[in-house]
């Protein structure tokens, strides 16, 4: 499975969104303050379980705002990271 598609997949499960697919989260839409209107909290958790399945450390601070602005750019800053395997 594509790497966008795992994580779509992912935001619906962990944060249970009720009355979404992973079909309708759009990939290089604003995932906070946007149609999920995801927050802070949402982005911990998100972060602990991707930080497990994926093996890249997501970013706090500085460079988090980029790295979680959307489903594209979170799997661009873990396509980058991801230890070759």
């Given amino acids: 499975m594509e790497l966008r598609e795992q994580l779509k997949g992912l935001i619906v499960e962990v ?5 979404v697919t992973p079909e309708e989260i759009v990939t290089d839409a604003p995932l906070f303050g946007g149609a999920l209107g ?8 998100l972060a602990i379980h991707i930080e497990e399945r994926f093996g890249v450390k997501m970013p706090d601070g500085e460079g988090a705002k980029e790295a979680w602005r959307s489903v594209e750019s979170i799997a661009s800053f873990i396509e980058a990271r991801r230890p070759a395997g």
Avoid: I, P, R, Y
């Fill in 15 to 19: 944060l249970k969104l009720e009355g």
């Fill in 38 to 45: 995801l927050d802070s909290v949402d982005a911990l958790e």
